[in-house]
C-alpha cells in the first residue's frame, strides 16, 4: 500500500506509515532522518530494495508528516546551538520505541533496519535497545552522538540557523539551496524531483508549523548525547556507509559509528555527500542487500 495508514500506540503517539511489497516478503524498515519524513526515501530506493524481495515499511517519525506532533515547547535556536535540550525532551530511546511499536503493530518480530542521518541514530538505538527486533542493521551518514566527531561544517550550521521558512516557495528555494551546499559534484541532484518533493513535504509537515518539530527533533538528539557505550552493544550484522565529501555529518561519525559496532562493515563512498542522489541509488541497494543477507548466514 502506497497511501497513508496510521497505528496508534500504547504511549499516545500515532505513527503514520506506508507499506509495500509482499507480506510474505523480507520485512525491512526505513527509518528517515532530520526533519524528514516518508516521502524522503527516493522511489528508484524503494523501486530497487522492491525487486530484492522485500517488504518495505517506512514511516513519519514523531513530529514530522502526519504523525503524531508532540506538545511542547520547541528549543529555541539559542538553546540548539548550545546543545542544551529543554528538561523533559524526548529522546532517540523514545523514537526507537516508536519504531519497536510500529513493528510490533505489524506483526513483524525481526526487520532488517535502515536509517538515514538521525535516521541512522534512531536505528542504532533499536538495534542497542531492542536486540531481538533488528535483524541487520544498515546506517547511513550517521554518528554517534560524541562532540568530537560527526559534526556538521560551519558554514552548513550558518544556513541552519536562518528563521524557518513561511511559505512554500521560500521553503523550496532553501531545500535546493541546501542541496547545493550539502551536495556532490560526483553525484548530483535530479532539481524536478527535489522540487516537487520539497512541496509535498512542506504540505505534509504541515507548512510553517514543522519547523517546532524539527526543533524537537534536534533536541532529542542533544538530550540522548554520545551513544558510544550504548553502540558496543549492538549484536546485529552492521553496515555504515558514508561520504567522504559530508557538510551535514562529518565523515568522522560514520568511523566512529563502524568503530564503536562490534563487527561492522564501513564503506565510504569517495564523492557522496548527505544526499541519496540517483546515480549512488543502485550501489546504496546492493549494499544493503549483502548486509541482509548476512542474517541467513548467521
Not at 546543545?83 to 525532551?89: E, F, I, K, L, Q
Not at 560514520?254 to 559496532?261: N, P, Q, S, V
Request: hydrophobic letters at 40%; proline letters at 6%.
Amino acid at each position: 500500500m502506497t497511501e497513508d495508514v496510521y497505528c496508534d500506540l500504547p504511549t499516545g503517539i500515532r505513527v503514520c506509515y506506508r507499506e509495500e511489497g509482499e507480506p510474505q516478503g523480507v520485512p525491512l524498515l526505513l527509518v528517515a532522518g532530520l526533519g524528514l519524513d516518508l516521502t524522503a526515501w527516493p522511489r528508484a530506493m524503494l523501486d530497487g530494495l522492491l525487486e530484492q524481495g522485500f517488504r518495505v515499511v517506512r514511516f513519519d517519525n514523531r513530529d514530522t508528516g502526519h504523525s503524531t506532533r508532540v506538545d511542547a515547547a520547541p528549543p529555541g535556536l539559542l538553546r540548539q546551538l548550545v546543545a542544551r535540550p529543554p528538561r523533559g525532551a524526548y529522546r532517540l530511546e523514545d523514537m526507537a520505541d516508536d519504531a519497536d511499536g510500529l513493528l510490533e503493530h505489524l506483526g513483524i518480530a525481526r526487520a532488517h533496519v535502515v536509517g538515514m542521518s538521525m535516521g541512522g541514530m534512531i536505528g542504532q538505538t533499536l538495534a542497542a535497545t531492542h536486540p531481538g527486533r533488528v535483524a541487520t542493521l544498515t546506517s547511513i551518514f550517521s554518528t554517534t552522538g560524541e562532540r568530537r566527531v560527526g559534526q556538521p561544517a560551519r558554514s552548513t550550521l550558518l544556513r541552519m540557523a536562518k528563521r524557518p521558512a513561511r511559505t512554500v516557495e521560500q521553503w523550496t528555494g532553501r531545500h535546493l539551496s541546501m542541496l547545493d551546499h550539502i551536495g556532490s559534484r560526483a553525484y548530483p541532484y535530479d532539481e524536478a524531483i527535489e522540487r516537487a518533493w520539497a512541496a509535498e513535504v512542506w504540505e505534509r509537515g504541515g507548512g510553517p508549523a514543522r519547523a517546532a518539530g524539527v526543533a524537537r527533533q534536534i533536541g532529542a538528539i542533544q538530550a540522548s548525547g554520545d551513544r558510544t557505550a550504548a553502540l558496543r552493544a549492538i549484536t546485529a550484522p552492521t553496515l555504515v556507509i558514508h561520504g567522504d565529501v559530508d557538510r551535514m555529518v562529518h565523515p568522522s561519525g560514520g568511523r566512529a559509528t563502524a568503530t564503536a559496532i562490534p563487527g561492522a562493515r564501513h564503506v565510504e563512498i569517495a564523492g557522496m555527500s548527505h544526499h541519496l542522489a540517483p546515480e549512488l541509488i543502485k550501489r546504496l541497494v546492493d549494499l544493503i542487500a549483502e548486509t541482509a543477507e548476512l542474517d541467513r548466514t548467521r
